[in-house]
């Protein structure tokens, strides 16, 4: 069966420093992959999207970025955080139109 | 972007209730989702829907496609406390092979 890893769970860094969030996916080959975020009690925003490695369609400007290095590994990252990019960080990977997503990373930018 | 109304927003009932919520759209959707987040938690599928007018039921949730592919539903019978989260309808746009469209949610709040 397919699984999905999330992880730290918990995070808080620093305005001004570095962020990686990794998110693996098992049993499947060739999904599609999607990073999301949620602000305290509201909806899902999605951020980036992959349909394949090295292939990342981003859904909204901001100070984040993403990577696919290899087939089921998705990357989020930002090379300087701001305060506005605490949030639940939520990756997701679909096969043909169910996604199901990760425990989430709740990121606290302080 | 492209934006599905979902309401209602918040919900509050009383354990044996049902519930009813409901997510709506301008634009044709090939698929409806459903989807129920613990606080903390990803969300959860609950129900997918794949045809127009399809009803389809997951022990106490009933969920159906609306006939004009714009909407869909879900109800919940005898809401137990349990129930509480919040409740994600998504959808897969018609020429949009790879990326859902998610509603506000609903937060239902169950008491005893």
């Known amino acids: 069966s397919q699984t999905i890893h999330q992880w730290p769970a918990t995070l808080v860094q620093p305005v001004g420093s570095p962020l990686s969030l990794e998110c693996t996916v098992e049993g499947t080959s060739n999904p599609n992959l999607y990073w999301y975020r949620q602000a305290a009690g509201r909806g899902l925003q999605l951020l980036f999207y992959?349909?394949?490695?090295?292939?990342i369609s981003s859904e909204v400007p901001q100070n984040l970025s993403a990577s696919r290095p290899q087939d089921r590994q998705f990357i989020l990252s930002s090379k300087k955080l701001l305060l506005s990019d605490s949030g639940f960080y939520l990756c997701a990977w679909t096969a043909y139109t169910e996604a199901f997503f990760g425990q989430g990373t709740r990121l606290t930018v302080v | 972007g492209q934006q599905l109304n979902q309401s209602p927003q918040s919900m509050f009932i009383q354990e044996g209730e049902d519930v009813s919520m409901n997510c709506t759209s301008s634009s044709i959707f090939n698929t409806w989702l459903w989807y129920k987040q613990d606080p903390g938690e990803g969300p959860v599928l609950l129900i997918a829907l794949y045809k127009a007018g399809e009803l389809t039921s997951n022990g106490r949730l009933t969920a159906q496609f609306g006939i004009t592919r714009k909407d869909s539903f879900l109800n919940i019978s005898a809401s137990i406390p349990s129930d509480v989260g919040i409740y994600f309808c998504a959808g897969q746009l018609s020429g949009t092979a790879s990326k859902l469209t998610f509603g506000t949610g609903t937060r239902l709040q169950v008491t005893l």
């Open positions: 992959s349909v394949g490695i090295g292939q």
